[in-house]
């Protein structure tokens, strides 16, 4: 059956790297053994292109990560709210990164006049509201990517949970990041 090629495939890759890591890298699992202490909260898409750790060269336990459909921050989002408190209370990270990316099917989604599923639709709705005056002036799909991430940024900025992770921590910063799936590049957004 395809799906057995596809778990045998994902558990053989597994193996050969937990090899090569027990081989050459022992003393990062040994680390990570222990426990975390990442430096970086990242808020991303979804998006199967978008593998925040592949994309940045980053090892096992550098990056705490929370993913969801066009990379939303909403204070109604009960993962968030938890990752976000874990992320600054307890693991005390340094930076926060929003990122969004080009090519965003859930930005694409929300722009578009089909209907999707319940829990689509209630999920990209707040994003259709928020790039409506935006949208008026006929934008590249990038600029509304752009304008969506820094919209995202704007809103953990002024979250609850990170008013109060600012107040016991000024140096906290956050920014917002685009990925281009296509040249694999991440640029800051200004
Ligand atoms: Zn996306």
Redesign the pocket.
Known sequence: MKTIKVLNDILNKNKAWSLDMNENNSSLLEENGKGQAPQVLWIG???SR?PPGLITESKPGDIFVHRN???VVAESDESLNSVLEYALFYLKVKLVVVCG?YD????KAALSNDTFSPYINKWITPIQKELKELEKANPKHEELVEAHTKNQLNKLSKHHIVKKALMENPELEMVALIYDPASGKLKKLQ
Do not use: R
């Open positions: 898409c979804a998006d978008v459909i066009a990379n990316h965003c099917g859930g930005v």
